[in-house]
């Protein structure tokens, strides 16, 4: 089992509804999940962080965690097409070095 | 705030040569640094982490002695590649924690990445 469990996709939704982007981890004692973004070519953008239970919103993105079922998922609401990109769920690893451990990415595709 | 600048964006050299890049917190001090490696259509790979004044911090399976790290101040750090090979051609992206900074909580912002090339 992968630390970090993103469905590759691509996810295709059309422009203006809310795409859903999932991620689940296995080490239940994590306790700092971040969602990044990344274009082609690009390196990775921090999007969104959190800590807590619940929702946590900025914009149109809304990230939400669930640590007993170890659950984090982001949302976009009305999708762009330059949404379009890798998105990647990262989780800090429990112990020294905060490193994170990123999933393998979820491609979204907004179209017009 | 929280700007990490890389360079250089872009290399080509000829195998068998050394490779130097640098990771620099430009408005901010990051005691803690990591570089990471992405090949076409695949994740980010951790290679090393990197702290201030001590050794770095390998992951498993990256050669410490091909992948030189140095950390030399709050601000930089550095990786070299040396005696580059084709197979080493990938995107090098670095990143750096933000500690103590009102509104950061252990996040991690990375470079631009450095494209290396190796003929």
């Known amino acids: 089992q992968k630390e970090v469990e993103q469905n590759s996709g691509p996810l295709s939704v059309p422009e203006g509804a809310i795409a859903s982007l999932n991620c689940t981890y296995s080490?239940?004692?994590?306790?700092?999940f971040f969602w990044y973004r990344q274009y082609s070519g690009k390196s990775p953008e921090l999007i969104m962080s959190i800590y807590s239970n619940g929702d946590k919103e900025d914009g149109r993105f809304t990230a939400q965690l669930n640590k007993a079922s170890q659950y984090v998922s982001l949302l976009i609401r009305d999708s762009q097409p330059s949404d379009s990109a890798t998105y990647l769920c990262a989780v800090k690893k429990p112990g020294g070095y905060n490193k994170l451990i990123f999933g393998a990415g979820t491609r979204l595709a907004v179209h017009p | 705030g929280a700007v990490v600048s890389q360079h250089p964006s872009r290399v080509i050299c000829k195998s068998g040569t050394s490779v130097k890049i640098e990771c620099r917190s430009l408005?901010?001090?990051?005691?803690?640094m990591f570089w990471y490696r992405q090949f076409p259509k695949q994740s980010l790979m951790l290679m090393a982490t990197s702290n201030e004044g001590s050794k770095a911090t390998y992951e498993q399976g990256v050669e410490k002695d091909k992948f030189l790290i140095n950390h030399a101040s709050l601000t930089l750090s550095t990786l070299t590649v040396t005696s580059a090979h084709p197979e080493d051609s990938s995107f090098y992206i670095c990143s750096a924690r933000v500690v103590g900074t009102s509104g950061f909580y252990n996040e991690q912002f990375f470079g631009p990445g450095t494209r290396l090339t190796v003929l």
């Open positions: 408005d901010f001090q990051a005691t803690t």
């Open positions: 080490d239940r004692v994590s306790q700092s």
